[in-house]
């Protein structure tokens, strides 16, 4: 009998990409969105995840009854934001719901399963933008961060149970939406030298991190955080000053 693996944010993006993986591994994959496109073997069920009761519904209709959800992963997110004294209270909470509050929720609902099972892994897509700021999203910046903190908490209190906690945190990954955000090739390849790699991620690598940490490979790995942006957050300053600086620095040109 295939697993079944609920994956939230399904639809687009760094989702669609986890839901393919875990499908071509061959698991029953559901996915939860406000869409619901088609990709083969995948499963969609059109889900509010910042609304208690849809959520509960969603993840009753997953598996048949007596079964339980053997792996959650958390895709759905909000990136927008501006500077906080710019910032309605309204579209704070927007935020948060979206990145923070649907996390709860949905782990909320498939725990009393994984605890009869004695066994689950859940894997909790956050951000490096906890660990370096970027302008203008304090929101989200603070809900990737509490779902670090959060995913540390559920590994220490679930554990005895046989269920693990990873939180992903993807740096810049070539989305739609995170490509509509640069302004041209200019700020493409300064991104690409903003880490050691000379690189940004791909969806797919984001989707095979996820398999590893949700899969039996990883089974001491719970509690922890697994930064995927190409080394950016280890890069000093210095590295990203123009080439005519990095020279008077003798440093090598980009």
Same mark, same amino acid.
């Given at each position: 009998?295939?697993?079944?693996?609920?994956?939230?944010?399904?639809?687009?993006?760094i989702g669609r990409a986890v839901a393919a993986r875990f499908a071509a591994d061959g698991a029953r994959v559901v996915g939860l969105d406000l869409s619901d496109p088609e990709l083969p073997g995948v499963t969609y069920v059109r889900t509010d995840?910042?609304?208690?009761?849809?959520?509960?519904t969603a993840v009753r209709g997953a598996v048949p009854a007596g079964e339980a959800v053997q792996t959650l992963v958390t895709c759905a997110g909000l990136?927008?934001?501006?500077?906080?004294h710019r910032t309605t209270a309204e579209e704070w909470e927007a935020v948060l719901r979206a990145n923070l509050t649907s996390v709860y929720l949905c782990v909320r609902e498939v725990l009393p399963g994984m605890i009869t099972a004695g066994s689950g892994s859940v894997v909790t897509v956050g951000s490096v933008l906890h660990r370096t700021a970027?302008?203008?999203?304090?929101?989200?910046?603070?809900?990737?961060?509490? *779902? %670090? $903190?959060?995913?540390?908490?559920?590994?220490?209190?679930?554990?005895?149970?046989?269920?693990?906690?990873?939180?992903?945190?993807?740096g810049w990954v070539r989305t739609p939406a995170t490509e509509s955000r640069l302004g041209d090739q200019e700020d493409?390849?300064?991104?690409?030298?903003?880490?050691?790699?000379?690189?940004?991620?791909?969806?797919?690598? *984001? %989707? $095979?991190a996820v398999a590893y940490a949700a899969g039996p490979g990883a089974a001491l790995?719970?509690?922890?955080?697994?930064v995927l942006n190409a080394g950016a957050s280890v890069v000093s300053p210095a590295s990203l000053l123009r080439d005519t600086h990095r020279r008077q620095m003798g440093l090598p040109p980009l």
């Open positions: 009998m295939s697993r079944t693996v609920l994956i939230t944010g399904a639809a687009g993006g995840v910042t609304d208690a009761a849809e959520v509960a990136t927008e934001g501006r500077p906080l970027a302008p203008g999203l304090p929101a989200y910046a603070a809900a990737k961060g509490a *779902i %670090a $903190a959060l995913t540390r908490q559920l590994a220490v209190d679930y554990g005895q149970h046989g269920i693990r906690f990873v939180t992903v945190s993807p493409l390849q300064r991104l690409r030298h903003s880490n050691p790699l000379r690189t940004l991620g791909t969806p797919e690598q *984001i %989707a $095979a790995l719970t509690g922890t955080e697994l």
